[in-house]
């Protein structure tokens, strides 16, 4: 059965420092894989996809099949980072989100 | 805006009884997702329907229901409600059923059981 791992339920860092929310998956066929963000429990926004290789408001993620991980970093964190964010796995049969519990981070003044 | 509207926002109601939410998805979206946010359980996938028919199962009770109407709304209904229900309840749509199209989350539904 697929599974997400975010192993850090929060994580506080100060403004202008390097941040990396941890991801990993557990799932046998070929995965896609998302982060959303969700502010102040609102809804939540796709972040980015492993399949554009985009990079938004300054976040990347790059997908280690050999380390069944989806990182997702940022060289300098800004206070309107402060969020939780999801990691998610998209089934091959392109159903349904496997979200992980979500890692609330802060960024400090 | 992503574009899906759900109504309520918020709704307060009591053990035992029951309610519907409803899901209007992104213009030209056939897909219609919903999850379950709370604190204990995180997002859990319920069901997903893709042009008025039932595409995908999750961990939805069988007190819960779920549809997607001809002009493409869904309404999830909860029945004999229970205290662990209260959650944050999202829709989303996308264009089509495959994992190659985003999903757009709605605001949510509130779901408060007493």
């Known amino acids: 059965a697929q599974r997400v791992t975010q192993p850090e339920k929060l994580l506080s860092v100060f403004k202008g420092a390097p941040v990396e929310l941890k991801c990993n998956y557990s799932y046998s066929g070929s995965p896609e894989l998302f982060w959303y963000v969700q502010y102040s429990r609102q809804r939540l926004q796709l972040l980015l996809r492993h399949i554009s290789r985009e990079s938004i408001k300054g976040f990347t993620a790059d997908l280690n099949k050999g380390e069944t991980s989806f990182h997702l970093k940022k060289p300098f964190a800004q206070e309107e980072d402060s969020a939780m964010y999801y990691c998610?796995?998209?089934?091959?049969?392109?159903?349904?989100?496997?979200f992980g519990e979500g890692t609330q981070l802060t960024v400090n003044p | 805006d992503s574009g899906v509207t759900q109504t309520p926002k918020h709704l307060i109601t009591a053990t035992g009884q029951r309610v519907t939410l409803r899901c209007s998805p992104r213009s030209g979206d056939l897909s219609v997702y919903w999850y379950q946010q709370s604190l204990d359980q995180g997002l859990q996938f319920l069901i997903q329907?893709?042009?008025?028919?039932?595409?995908a199962k999750g961990n939805i009770l069988e007190r819960f229901s779920a549809q997607q109407f001809p002009d493409l709304h869904s309404e999830l209904n909860l029945s004999s409600l229970e205290l662990g229900d209260s959650a944050l309840y999202f829709c989303a749509s996308s264009r089509l059923g495959g994992r190659n199209y985003e999903q757009y989350f709605g605001p949510g539904t509130r779901l408060t059981v007493t």
């Open positions: 329907y893709y042009n008025g028919e039932e595409r």
């Open positions: 998610a796995l998209g089934e091959t049969s392109g159903s349904r989100l496997t």
